[in-house]
């Protein structure tokens, strides 16, 4: 049993970081000169910010993922959890691939609808899970302002 569970963690944290590594190959290969172009706000954290706050979330997601399903071993929540992934992985392929801030703001509220949903799920299941997952409503929150905030300065 003991190896099933390691096995589904990492399972879990493959799926939830193979999607940052199309992301992050989008936005390398389209984010400039468009990026450098555009109004930021003066609140937009430096580039080098992105790299380890991404993966200490990843990290807090992917176990707090792991925590409800080897509770309760329910589907539902791992399910809403990879399709909250898919909305996550494809905010970068919108904003830097497409270029197009607003439609990236919708799936960005998408995903705090799917965060929320989850910490509600995670909160009957697991206290710690939804205690994980603070930190990156908090994020996906911020992230909500700036993508606003890009949004607006560019219009």
Request: without cysteine.
């Amino acid at each position: 049993m003991t190896k099933k569970k390691y096995l589904s963690f990492g399972i879990i944290i493959l799926i939830t970081f193979l999607p940052s590594a199309i992301g992050g190959y989008v936005t390398s290969s389209f984010k400039e000169p468009w990026y450098s172009q555009i109004i930021l706000p003066a609140f937009n954290p430096p580039s080098w910010v992105f790299g380890p706050v991404w993966t200490t979330l990843y990290i807090l997601m992917s176990v707090a993922a792991w925590k409800v399903w080897i509770t309760n071993f329910k589907i539902n929540p791992l399910k809403i959890y990879f399709i909250h992934i898919f909305f996550n992985s494809i905010w970068s392929i919108i904003f830097f691939g497409f270029h197009s801030p607003f439609i990236a703001l919708l799936d960005l509220i998408i995903i705090l609808i799917l965060i929320i949903y989850l910490m509600k799920l995670y909160y009957k299941i697991n206290f710690f899970s939804f205690f994980l997952m603070i930190p990156y409503f908090i994020w996906s929150f911020y992230a909500l302002i700036l993508n606003t905030s890009i949004v607006i300065l560019n219009n």
